[in-house]
């Protein structure tokens, strides 16, 4: 028998209502910012697999589908709207299979592999390190590199850094000139494998610790390009392997990953992604919440060996994972996304903001057509996700200084004692003085009177964008692709230092405060 929602504990000591309107209140503490939140926290991450590459990005220079030299042109608007900071690829657990002297070239030339990961697709290898590398310049954005050490060799993935980041008469230098690209590439981050416990490889943390202690020997600075290595990190709730690494590995890593999925099934399976019902609605919005304790633990493990907090901590995996949608190809993660999935973005970004002492960056799974993707596409035509709008919405947060805030509001327990706060919120200035504060409510059914303290920021004007949806099980399709899109929000009052925000059920807001 399914156990009742029960509304009512309060996240601090908010009195308890059971009207349709709530209240909460939010006090900013200008005084206690200390952080930046890099905007590598709002990272995405595009694997080989299924649709996300082929048909999401790229669509080869021959398509009918609008493209600038292979690349869908809907795609490149709409990702350059969203300022994407960094994108990783080639995967995931692809990246481990992946070699990339099959992926440079003549096209006609380049050898076909079985993508064993993710439903045996033939991967031509049409995409490559020139067609990401490009990509990521047309989109201004930095590379990250997922490399081969699962089933790959140090040699191959030490003349990769070569091929990319080297300008000098080397040999992989000169291959990449004969390939078309004389400048070479600048490459910041390199991960040292992918899930190596897992699909990367099965490995244990000791074995791992030495093999990525003699991978990153081999991968060298070039010409003034200084890579951050980057360490495959645990899983979850496997503190052990962040302790071994840790251990280990310590200065000779730039960064630890870690990979967290809202994988919300309760019961066995992980859902369907638009049929749920209210209480699962909640019970993910608890599992999302538990990142929160995650970070945590991984984080004292890190300050434990490493004080000063030289080591970055690399969320370069999260985000919802639901059954895939009936009718589409097994093993290709296609899956909807709802404002369900929206509620998971705010919540997640509003985490993450507190950790960036530690936490240097998190890339969503994944940009496009898998998991909790930015967009959807079907042959020609392309959907803007409520959680791609999430982005938007949030991406005034990037590189501006973090503003602590505290937060009172009530919550709800849901099945096994999960406590679910019902207002999510951060806050941010940017360089130029606005304030930011995002604001989401995780009720169904009732607004809340949210009052915000503004302590001494003299904020004289607000304004703001809204995103809600009559349903929570709501979604963009190809046929209502505007079904949930943000519009312009005016229920507010500001009183001199209080701004009074009447925040509607199931609804995300953007305040901008000049
Ligand atoms: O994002 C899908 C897969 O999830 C990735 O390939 C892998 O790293 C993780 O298990």
Request: with cysteine; glycine share 8%; aromatic share 10%.
């Amino acid at each position: 028998m399914r156990t009742k929602l029960i509304l009512g504990s309060l996240c601090l000591t908010a009195s308890l209502s059971l009207s349709a309107q709530k209240s909460a209140t939010i006090t900013l503490q200008p005084d206690q910012a200390t952080q930046v939140i890099p905007k590598e926290i709002y990272g995405q991450f595009a694997e080989h697999l299924g649709t996300c590459v082929y048909g999401g990005l790229w669509v080869g220079e021959d398509s009918d589908i609008p493209n600038t030299n292979g690349y869908r042109n809907d795609m490149l608007a709409a990702l350059k709207e969203l300022k994407v900071p960094v994108l990783r690829w080639p995967g995931g657990c692809f990246a481990d299979e992946y070699h990339w002297m099959d992926g440079i070239g003549p096209k006609s030339d380049r050898p076909k592999m079985v993508n064993n990961n993710w439903g045996g697709t033939i991967e031509d290898n049409s995409f490559g390190t020139h067609e990401f590398l490009n990509l990521c310049e047309m989109l201004e954005c930095e590379p990250y590199i997922s490399g081969n050490v699962g089933s790959g060799t140090v040699e191959e993935l030490a003349k990769w850094v070569e091929y990319m980041t080297s300008d000098g008469d080397s040999p992989m230098a000169n291959l990449r000139r004969q390939n078309g690209r004389d400048k070479a590439w600048n490459v910041k981050y390199l991960g040292v494998g992918n899930e190596s416990w897992g699909c990367g490889g099965s490995m244990r943390p000791e074995y791992y610790a030495d093999l990525y202690r003699r991978y990153a020997t081999y991968c060298r600075n070039y010409d003034g390009n200084n890579l951050y290595k980057i360490a495959s990190g645990a899983s979850d709730y496997d503190y052990n392997w962040t302790k071994v690494l840790m251990d280990r590995v310590g200065n000779n890593m730039n960064g630890l990953s870690l990979h967290y999925y809202t994988v919300a099934g309760w019961n066995g399976s992980k859902g369907s992604a638009t049929n749920f019902d209210n209480e699962d609605y909640y019970w993910t919005m608890g599992k999302c919440l538990e990142v929160e304790d995650v970070l945590q633990k991984h984080i004292v493990i890190m300050d434990q060996y490493d004080k000063k907090k030289r080591i970055g901590l690399l969320l370069d995996e999260w985000g919802t994972w639901w059954d895939e949608e009936p009718g589409t190809i097994q093993g290709h993660l296609y899956q909807q996304n709802t404002m369900r999935d929206a509620m998971v973005a705010s919540q997640s970004l509003d985490i993450f903001h507190k950790y960036t002492d530690r936490l240097k960056m998190a890339n969503i799974a994944q940009i496009a057509n898998v998991l909790q993707s930015m967009i959807l596409t079907d042959g020609d035509k392309l959907v803007l996700t409520p959680s791609y709008h999430v982005f938007k919405m949030y991406n005034v947060h990037q590189d501006a200084k973090h503003l602590p805030l505290e937060l009172t509001c009530d919550t709800i327990t849901v099945r096994d004692d999960r406590k679910v706060p019902l207002v999510s919120a951060t806050a941010s200035q940017d360089a130029t003085g606005k304030v930011h504060i995002s604001l989401s409510n995780i009720d169904l059914k009732n607004s809340q009177k949210v009052s915000i303290n503004l302590a001494d920021l003299k904020v004289k004007k607000a304004t703001g964008e809204v995103l809600a949806a009559k349903n929570i099980t709501d979604y963009n399709s190809f046929e209502q692709p505007n079904k949930v899109v943000p519009t312009q929000f005016k229920n507010m009052k500001l009183n001199k230092d209080v701004l009074v925000v009447d925040l509607p059920a199931q609804s995300i807001v953007a305040l901008e405060l000049q």
